[in-house]
């Protein structure tokens, strides 16, 4: 039952970098009002689908759209 869930959940990260551009983390908490948890689940949905970038840059993770 996540399936739907966590599909909706990366359409709003997919959203916010598509209008913001390259966000950490807590830009991307702030923008989406997702939790951890559900946040990570739908950057794992991106990732799977080759739509994002996610790399370390210092201490933050960087997220961009390829």
């Given at each position: 039952?996540?399936?739907?869930?966590?599909?909706?959940n990366a359409g709003?990260?997919?959203?916010?970098?598509?209008t913001k551009g390259?966000?950490?983390?807590?830009?991307?908490?702030?923008?989406?009002?997702?939790?951890?948890?559900?946040?990570?689940?739908?950057?794992?949905?991106?990732?799977?689908e080759g739509k994002?970038?996610?790399?370390?840059?210092?201490?933050?993770?960087?997220?961009?759209?390829?």
């Amino acid at each position: 039952m996540w399936i739907p869930v966590v599909g909706e959940n990366a359409g709003k990260v997919w959203q916010v970098l598509h209008t913001k551009g390259q966000s950490n983390l807590d830009e991307l908490k702030n923008g989406t009002s997702l939790d951890d948890k559900n946040l990570y689940m739908a950057l794992g949905w991106l990732a799977k689908e080759g739509k994002v970038k996610i790399e370390q840059k210092q201490k933050q993770i960087a997220v961009s759209l390829i």
